[in-house]
């Protein structure tokens, strides 16, 4: 009878041994820190008084020195971390001194996909639920991992390289579901968002970003605001004949869900090709918004930021979901800092647009027109085929990029890592040849006005205005984390990784870390209590690929234009990629 | 008049902004920090009981995840860091916040040579003298800079890949020649030693390892202590018939000075192949030491570690110059730690050795005849074509490879950070190709007495014993700094910095850098006054060559048989190559 209880007991043992831990208050189990999207920490042992004593605790090396836009995640006593290209997965055992690796899973992806890879081999990170780590790898595999072995549990083959499709975007889980989208907006692919099931990875629905309202998931419950948005296949119709099918609006971007309205939110990248008079009409569902049920996939809203988009405005910028005091009454609403310059503010049960703001440089949109819910172009910055239109603000990399922003409830502020970037086009006709570039423009980036290419703007959502800037030199292309030590954190592409304070945006800290940042920080307590800064620097992506991709300077063309815009960077970073580890000294 | 003296003075001034500063007493201007090969800084602010406290104060990213052999130099306010393959060199302004580049040179080695570097595409570094920095790259281009601007003064091409012959260490400047040797003794290519002219580049001398004593500069002023070093044209006599063209002994490793007498010191290389049955004979001057005059390379004295190497016993490493109080009077000596296992005590006038003791494992060796100079082999554990011999210790990367030393004044302790590896070897024939591998064993290696694959040992050379060793799991590649804060620092394998008491070894502060350490750690006072301590991360060379090559840890030959030496190392640590610089927290 001992015997057997002992046993009994040691099989106890050994199966909490490999259970998940439980989530605790100062994990970050995904990018955006949670669902509302926020990247906001409630830890405020590191505040604005001490940051200066802040030092690295510890660093791991990923091994590649390619552009490292992954949040590094923690769950309990583990960090996890994802590489570039080709994406092996670290988990970091940060019981120990000096954060030793608990197991590393290295994926196989097909090397080809680096040759459909728009912008850098880049990848944003992954997310964890329920004991499993899941992520995508370039060559649009998703994979599940015991996240207490690293043992694969199961891998879903989602996209196409020889069509041009990949995968970046880090996964998000939604109670039984791993929600996956694409990339590949540059190669005249069909985007779309999936649900795999997180016990097998099996796909429970996908939803395509053009086509038949079928393939949609447009069906008796989608109830768009704006009457533009509403009508038979629109995913057709607001195409020329067979242009849906490749008509971009790819997923690579940022999910966010609400869990009393059961909608997940994502937006929806560029129509293809960049050369606007290929393709006339609206484009749906293109470079928009999408609310959908979580558990049925089928959408509920849409709404389009850049109808038949000029620019290369990709929509799929972070939501942030927010309860806001707004007109007398609180507001549940989204807040997007947009790729075309405005940050909307929009009911999140409906779609409508409470407000659009412009927080950038912006001369290709005079306003959004609140009752149609439309921007209104400025027809002097009207790109056309056989000439060179100049000055458009902001360029196609947009006023902000993918890069997210935080959230302080403490502030009330929206931390917006953005740029300030113009642009010169000229488009031309391009052919379509499956698994090439389909873009059909020639573009050169530089300094909008004031001559600073990035910005740090602490938004008010509600007073819709900047409470306070921070001008950068470079691009910023780096997350924002903000804390309840009163901190906001970001990095620069020259390798600053800094902490402001959340009220006045006045620097309080700065650390080099030896390659440009472009990583999303995060903030977690470490076994031992205490509360831990993490950041991944190397440069890369689209604005650091004229250091990754060493590229010549005098290319201004490079990198659809970005090599122009960046043309001294080789001088002020180089390759690298590192995770950095702070914390202030016991 | 008023005019001419100001533009005569804005001459002067612009002549001084580009006149080299003085070396200043914090300055490491050169690998081994000095002329003696000390690695012994006189800052002591840094000591046993603030180290605790010491933090990461900025980082660099070499850009380049190869291992990072060399030392970073400081010269007033700037630091140099040299890369691995393709050789960046980058100049680090020190005055400013985060050290930001202040130029980079990138040259453009020959690709291929990367494909005749036996051991990973390393570089042991650069050195500084009057306003130059030179440095070498992997295809054996020896290149001066001006050390304020990087402008490219001269470059000389030395080596020739398609024979074989690399470069991967780093230069010597004495008086007004640049000392550069060659790699590739695995290639069976002939090692040489040469002297450039520090203005222009042009060879001054060159002398030659093997061959007519013409070619090796041997002449009239040869006095070798040793009767087996006497003899007209051993370096031909000591080989079969045309051997010594193909017959190695290169010039990979240091190089000391001695200003008082002006000889240079230096070691040479395994003979090749390895397979000591096709080379019967002393193989002069492979496995041995030259003392050379400075000014005309002709040889003062040799003394060979290792006749007829039957081990790859390379004899590249350090010797430190030290006055030591032997017999009752201060002796002049060379104190040096041989790959073959033991640390040689010689008179560095003459090349008598006073003492020779085992440092490490050994049975391959089992003393030295200090009557004929010579080693006693031991016949139990001489490799033989046809059979594997089982058990040499130590391995063929020895008890200790081209990492070096460094030696306390304080404590009159030489710190040797070493490895202890046996190996089973099989000979078999191999015939000579040009341009390719010409070796002619397999072996693999593994853990030696003790299980512990490294060991940093300090060595009383008075006393000739051990005055206290520290352990180490994995094999310990990274050279050691000794300060006058009675520390010593190295660095481990996968990734840690440490901090050991001088006087007794005790772990005093350890930090962990994200890869593995191979690197020279350098201590220099900062223009702001205060200590610093810099080391590169990365891991790599021959020891790590399982994770920079992606090797297959079951393939027990690999790299020579370190695979099988290492065969955990890829789950210890990943590729790295990022600079560290630490301090005390203001």
């Known amino acids: 009878m ?42 405020g042992a590191i505040d604005a008084n001490n940051v200066a004593r802040l030092k690295v605790e510890f660093t791991f090396s990923t091994g590649i020195d390619r552009g490292q836009e992954a949040a590094p995640l923690v769950v309990g006593d583990t960090m996890y971390v994802v590489g570039p290209f080709p994406n092996p997965v670290f988990a970091l055992d940060l019981t120990r001194p000096g954060a030793p690796l608990r197991w590393k899973y290295q994926p196989h992806p097909q090397p080809a996909a680096q040759g459909v890879a728009c912008c850098d081999v880049v990848n944003r ?46 996964p998000l889980v939604v109670k039984d579901k791993v929600l996956v989208g694409n990339s590949g907006g ?71 869900y609400d869990p009393a309205l059961n909608l997940v939110y994502y937006g929806t990248g560029n129509p293809g090709p960049w050369n606007a008079d290929q393709r006339p009409g609206d484009n749906k569902w293109t470079s928009g918004i999408f609310a959908r049920d979580a558990d049925t996939g089928q959408a509920r809203w849409f709404y389009q930021f850049s109808p038949h988009d000029l620019y290369d405005y990709d929509a799929v910028n972070e939501n942030l979901l927010l309860d806001l005091p707004i007109g007398g009454t609180t507001r549940k609403v989204i807040v997007r800092p947009e790729r075309n310059g405005f940050v909307y503010v929009m009911d999140r049960a409906t779609g409508q647009v409470l407000s659009a703001d412009p927080y950038g440089n912006n001369n290709s949109i005079l306003r959004i027109d609140l009752r149609s819910g439309r921007p209104v172009y400025n027809a002097a910055y009207q790109p056309k085929p056989g000439r060179t239109t100049r000055g458009i603000c902001p360029g196609s990399a947009g006023a902000k990029d993918w890069n997210p922003s935080a959230y ?9 890592p953005h740029i300030n ?15 090439t570039p389909y873009v059909g423009t020639d573009q050169r980036m530089y ?9 740090l703007t602490a938004w008010d959502p509600v007073k819709r205005k900047a409470a306070w800037e921070v001008k950068e030199d470079l691009p910023l292309w780096s997350g924002a984390l903000a804390t309840a030590g009163g901190l906001v954190f970001y990095g620069t592409m020259d390798g600053w990784f800094k902490a402001v304070d959340a009220r006045t945006g006045a620097l309080k800290w700065q650390f080099q870390t030896g390659s440009g940042i472009i990583g999303q920080p995060v903030s977690y307590r470490g076994p031992d209590g205490r509360q831990y800064i993490a950041v991944l620097s190397g440069v890369g992506g689209w604005a650091g690929a004229i250091v990754v991709g060493n590229l010549d300077p005098r290319d201004a063309t490079g990198a659809s234009g970005f090599v122009n815009a960046t043309r001294d960077l080789k001088e002020k970073t180089g390759p690298g990629g590192t995770l950095y580890v702070f914390a202030l000294p016991k």
């Open 125 to 170: 990170g992954g997310a964890y639920a329920n004991g499993t780590f899941v992520f995508n790898t370039l060559d649009g595999t998703t994979i599940a991992l015991d996240a207490a072995t690293g043992k694969e549990r199961w891998k879903t083959r989602m996209a196409d390289i020889n069509k041009g499709e990949t995968i970046t975007m880090a």
């Open 408 to 416: 302080s409830p403490q502030t009330g502020l929206v931390y917006i």
């Open 2 to 43: 001992k015997a057997i209880l002992a046993a009994t007991a040691l099989g106890a043992l050994l199966s909490l041994a490999h259970a998940a831990p439980p989530p605790r208050d100062g994990d970050w189990t995904m990018p955006a820190h949670d669902y509302a999207s926020t990247r906001y920490s409630a830890l």
């Open 186 to 256: 540059e190669f005249g692919i069909r985007g779309w968002l999936a649900a795999l099931d997180l016990a097998d990875g099996h796909v429970v629905w996908k939803a395509y970003d053009t086509g038949p309202d079928v393939e949609v998931l447009i069906g008796p419950s989608f109830k768009p605001f704006y009457a533009g948005d509403r009508g038979k296949d629109l995913g057709v119709s607001t195409w020329p004949p067979q242009a849906w099918k490749i008509g971009g609006g790819t997923v690579w971007g940022w999910i966010s």
């Open 447 to 455: 300094a909008g006005p004031g001559g600073n290419r990035g910005v």
């Open 421 to 435: 970037l113009c642009m010169d086009v000229e488009p031309s006709e391009v052919n379509y040849i499956a698994g």
